[in-house]
């Protein structure tokens, strides 16, 4: 039919989370004509649910702080696998980006001074997070929107984009737009644009549990992938420590990693706080070995070494993970999280609002008298479209990513309020560069009906079959694979298990059904989704199999040690030649000039 919408703008941003907004922001204030694309309302994007805070080395708690140290133990937290060059933009420019979202009229907690106030993390050698009580993402989401609808960019809201389109003439194929369709209504909508800035975040629904949102089906990786971009380090998944456990209901949300940095604590069943038999060689010489020192740090951090709550992440992740197999969990199987005991009410009350509210209304939890059960949950994916690091072009021509859905920055573990800095940091650097494409351009790429068409046919493909399966059987086989198979800890024997599941999950979702019309269709949006997750998921089994090393996110029972040679390597996935798989190759890292290497000498 001919009938299909049709747009065109400068600059197409699809996604409407830190990321999108700040590039969308960027891109129209360099003279683009922009528009943002988003699957879910205005304001429902993920970031909104971020709660610590914003990592950046403003000095405000400890004037020592400054960018050199941030970007130490980002790269520390990251295993030495970040990309050294956006570890060190993202350092360097991430206080400003947090001046200016206040600038822009976001309210931040302050200091007794009346400084913008800076909180302790895991990893973070000095308090550094900048927050709005536990209610962080939520202000930074209303601040950009605000910012970016009231300069004008037009958003395309409830809209979810299906394909990238190309224009492969002069055989260099580059972006020529995007196709999508309305959720609600099903109709089909075209957008042709130069520059595409891929901002859809993460993969967290191909698990079972997670603290992510319905969003997070990997569209962006796997659209990407499609369009002939690379994705590296997938094998990194984040499991953060502390998701709640009960009731089942709400299992896998997230549990703010702000209670142990307010003094919130671990114990096992038997009462013991287990972190300290847990401390790696790597961190020893930072963190406290006796609970007086531990304590004594949050007051003293000159003279203190940091509680072994604090350890980065996946170190947590890990260490409950053993206290549970070694029978010391929790009644609902997880393992004891206490600030009550630790802190006063009004103190808990008034640093962790929300947290006090979700156990008090989901789990009838009152956090200011009793301990938390918790554990390990989904959370991040380190891993994603492999970009230039000052312009977060990828490679291919007019695509560009940001945020959770691009790679390399954090390496092998993220630290906690690194990923809010980076989408300000990577937002505007993104947007930027898109709009500076868009302007050089002596030729506009060109959009073709055979294009639009096609984007179409496949849209629709999933109506066209009789008797398959029904998509939300496949995505609960792949969520338990996921889960049991590349979960937190991994072996080769359930790795290869789990690709043999892959490829036959792929196999029914290629005959897979759905019902009625494309009017408000759910089951239809979940089918066109879980080509998605497949993929992706595909990408993260592969590298790990591959990666024979334990590092950050990723844990192989059969190597239990980090190797140096895989220390100096990176995985990159692209799609295969058939287009219905991905191929590994490895890729050494980047050098870091020596004169940033002098501050990892001791
Ligand atoms: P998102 O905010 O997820 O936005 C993605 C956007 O893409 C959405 O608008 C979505 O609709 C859109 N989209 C996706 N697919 C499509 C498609 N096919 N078509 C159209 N649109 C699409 N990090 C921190 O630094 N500090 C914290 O305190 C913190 N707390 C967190 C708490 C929770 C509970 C969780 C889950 C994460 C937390 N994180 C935190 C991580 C951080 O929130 C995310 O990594 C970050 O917000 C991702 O932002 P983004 O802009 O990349 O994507």
């Known amino acids: 039919e001919g009938g299909i919408e049709r747009h065109s703008y400068d600059v197409v941003v699809v996604g409407a989370g830190g990321a999108g907004l700040r590039a969308a922001i960027a891109a129209h204030e360099a003279g683009a004509d922009t528009a943002i694309v988003c699957k879910s309302l205005l304001g429902k994007a993920h970031t909104v649910m971020a709660e610590g805070g914003i990592a950046a080395a403003m000095g405000n708690r400890w004037p020592e702080d400054n960018w050199e140290v941030h970007f130490r133990d980002t790269m520390r937290g990251g295993k030495m696998l970040n990309n050294w060059r956006m570890a060190q933009l993202h350092a360097q420019e991430a206080p400003e980006r947090v001046m200016e979202l206040e600038d822009w009229g976001a309210l931040f907690d302050r200091t007794e001074d009346g400084l913008i106030s800076q909180r302790d993390f895991g990893g973070h050698r000095y308090a550094r997070l900048a927050h709005v009580g536990d209610r962080t993402g939520l202000e930074m989401i209303r601040t950009l929107q605000q910012r970016a609808v009231q300069v004008g960019i037009d958003v395309f809201m409830e809209c979810t984009v299906t394909e990238l389109l190309l224009d492969q003439e002069d055989g260099d194929p580059r972006i020529s737009g995007v196709f999508g369709y309305w959720r609600e209504t099903g109709r ?3 957008i042709e644009a130069p520059s595409v800035i891929l ?4 993969i967290g629904k191909s698990f079972k549990v997670t603290s992510n949102s319905w969003e997070y089906t990997g569209d962006g990786h796997a659209l990407a992938l ?5 994705l590296i380090n997938m094998e990194f998944v984040q499991f953060h420590p502390t998701g709640m456990v009960w009731p089942p209901s709400v299992k896998g949300l997230l549990v703010t990693e702000s209670v142990r940095g307010d003094g919130g604590i671990l114990k096992n069943s038997e009462g013991k706080r287990f972190m300290f038999d847990y401390i790696p060689e790597f961190f020893r010489s930072e963190t406290a070995d006796t609970e007086e020192e531990a304590d004594r740090w949050y007051d003293d951090k000159a003279n203190n070494r940091r509680p072994p709550e604090l350890l980065p992440r996946d170190e947590v992740a890990r260490a409950i993970n053993s206290e549970i197999k070694a029978g010391r969990g929790s009644p609902h199987g997880g393992i004891f999280l206490d600030i009550a005991s630790r802190r006063d009410a009004d103190y808990i009350r008034k640093r962790l609002p929300s947290m006090y509210h979700q156990f008090k209304e989901l789990a009838d939890v009152d956090i200011t008298a009793e301990p938390m059960e918790i554990g390990p949950t989904c959370h991040y994916v380190m891993g994603g479209i492999e970009v230039d690091p000052d312009t977060q072009q990828s490679a291919v021509t007019g695509l560009y990513a940001a945020g959770e859905v691009s790679g390399g920055m954090h390496g092998s573990n993220r630290l906690g309020g690194n990923s809010l ?10 947007g930027e560069a898109a709009a500076a494409h868009a302007a050089g351009l002596e030729k506009r790429p060109v959009l073709t009906d055979d294009d639009v ?6 849209a629709v493909a999933p109506f066209n ?6 998509p939300y059987t496949i995505q609960q086989d792949l969520q338990q694979t996921m889960n049991d198979l590349v979960g937190i800890i991994r072996t080769a024997s359930e790795l290869e298990g789990a690709l043999a599941e892959i490829e036959a999950l792929k196999r029914r979702a290629q005959s897979m059904t759905v019902g009625g019309h494309r009017q408000y269709n759910p089951g239809w949006h979940l089918a066109l989704d879980l080509h998605n997750m497949l993929l992706v998921s595909e990408s993260i089994a592969k590298a790990a199999l591959a990666r024979e090393e334990s590092r950050g996110g990723h844990t192989r029972d059969d190597f239990p040690k980090p190797s140096p040679e895989w220390g100096t390597r990176n995985l990159v996935v692209r799609l295969d030649e058939a287009g219905t798989g991905v191929t590994l190759t490895e890729q050494a890292l980047p050098e870091m000039p020596d004169e940033l290497k002098s501050y990892f000498e001791e």
């Open 188 to 190: 089909f909508v075209t």
């Open 226 to 230: 499609r369009a002939g971009a690379s």
């Open 199 to 202: 901002a859809t975040g993460g």
């Open 465 to 470: 079959v009789e008797g398959g399966d029904n």
């Open 421 to 430: 800095s980076d989408l300000l940091v990577f937002g505007r650097r993104a």
């Open 453 to 458: 068409r096609s984007g179409e046919w496949r």
